[in-house]
């Protein structure tokens, strides 16, 4: 890369990690920040259940498109380009909400501020590829740790700032948050730009698999791209439907109070902290992440299969081993970095993995709760979920062989 005349490499490198730090901070807030608020929100905007759905859809809806479109966008405009556009996206959606006079603004402020979220998800791998190549466990953890504590703290102090002013400030106040992620990003961008009008064709990310009009379908011939994304899938599944169903779940299958469910899903969301930590540093040090992935499986068929045999009274542990299960959510971040070679080939894996996870994500709750309204209960829904959670053994094969995505799919081309 050659040198700029402003920004060093090495101030480069620590301006990226500065900035994967911070937009990591901010990538969560929009998922918490709003359901807490219903019944403040509802004063203003009338809420109904079918309403609250809507917005219930409206991350994995978001972070599937951006699957789709943030690769292409970092392809035309460049990777710290592309976050800043995130960036900047995040806060006009953060205020749209704020300042939301109807239920389509604020649906629409939703979709804005996930929709940057979801750039930035995508894209973070292919950051810490870029700015931290030679610590991409030690990097994925750092942020996986930050998204795992930014996504309890908007639940936490969503309704008491509400309570101190009103739900609008509540949930602008946000974009302030947000706002710190654009000093290092816009830097980056400019330093960027120059780069790219200086060399483009000396930059070694300017071609990240052969040009292909089908890029969707040119990574779903790599087998390394189908054992992340499998994966991948189960644990967003498990995420969407226990964040959506499982206090429901508790209070029917395994008799506990409404406010005993609500902080049994705060013990599932706690586990995630310590995972987000140790999963990318296995990985990173492990020869192939197979351990990994029959360590989460069984997590997730004793935690399920207890919910559906026996809830009654270890209900605290099947919850505890669904969380553990989650293991699988930071190894995939860190494979897209480990099994690519060039940070734009990372973006690309990650909007694969990601558009194909978060849109099955996203159909999964509906369908088992509309099975559970057919059948009167619970247990057709769990045994789906351990049925689910079982494919994990197909991706142990495609993983176990420690393919490189870009090789994969130039020999299958050949």
């Known amino acids: ?84 556009l995130a960036v900047v996206i995040m806060i006009l959606g953060h205020v749209a909400r704020a300042l939301a006079g109807g239920y389509l603004v604020l649906v629409l402020g939703s979709f804005i501020v996930l929709l940057g979220a979801g750039f930035g998800n995508v894209l973070m791998p292919s950051a810490v590829k870029r700015f931290a190549p030679h610590a991409l466990g030690p990097m994925t953890a750092a942020y996986a740790m930050i998204m795992a504590v930014g996504s309890a703290v908007p639940p936490t102090l969503a309704v008491p700032l509400a309570e101190a002013t009103d739900w609008r400030f509540s949930l602008g106040s946000w974009a302030i948050l947000v706002t710190a992620a654009l000093l290092p990003w816009v830097l980056l961008a400019v330093r960027g730009a120059r780069r790219r009008a200086r060399d483009r064709a000396a930059d070694p990310d300017a071609t990240i698999l052969e040009p292909d009009p089908h890029r969707f379908a040119t990574l779903a011939r790599s087998r390394t791209v189908w054992g992340i994304t499998i994966p991948f899938t189960i644990s967003s ?123 099955v994500a996203a159909i999964v709750p509906l369908a088992l709760g509309a099975l559970h309204e057919v059948t009167g209960s619970w247990a057709p829904s769990l045994t789906i979920l351990i049925v689910l959670a079982a494919l994990t053994i197909v991706a ?19």
């Open 1 to 84: 890369m050659p040198s700029d005349p402003v920004i060093s490499r090495r101030g480069a490198s620590l301006l990226g990690i500065a900035g994967i730090l911070l937009i990591a901070a901010t990538l969560r807030l929009p998922v918490g920040a709003l359901s807490p608020l219903a019944d403040q929100i509802s004063v203003d905007i009338p809420l109904s259940a079918a309403a609250l759905g809507v917005l219930g859809m409206m991350p994995p809806i978001g972070f599937a498109l951006s699957g789709l479109v943030a690769p292409l966008v970092a392809r035309r405009v460049g990777l710290e380009t592309t976050l800043l």
């Open 237 to 359: 599944i498990s995420a969407y439907v226990t964040f959506a169903l499982l206090p429901v779940i508790l209070q029917d299958v395994a008799g506990v109070t409404a406010t005993e469910a609500g902080s049994l899903l705060a013990v599932f969301a706690i586990t995630g902290l310590p995972l987000a930590f140790l999963a990318p540093v296995l990985t990173a040090r492990l020869r192939t992440p197979t351990v990994i992935l029959a360590a989460s499986m069984a997590l997730f068929l004793v935690g399920y299969g207890g919910l559906l045999l026996a809830p009654q009274p270890l209900v605290l542990l099947w919850v505890v081993l669904v969380g553990l299960g989650q293991i699988t959510f930071p190894m995939c971040l860190t494979l897209m970095s480990l099994r690519t070679r060039t940070s734009q080939s990372a973006a690309s894996v990650s909007g694969f993995v990601q558009t194909v996870g978060y849109a």
């Open 396 to 414: 142990m094969p495609m993983l176990a062989a420690r393919g490189i995505v870009e090789d994969e799919v130039r020999a299958r081309a050949r």
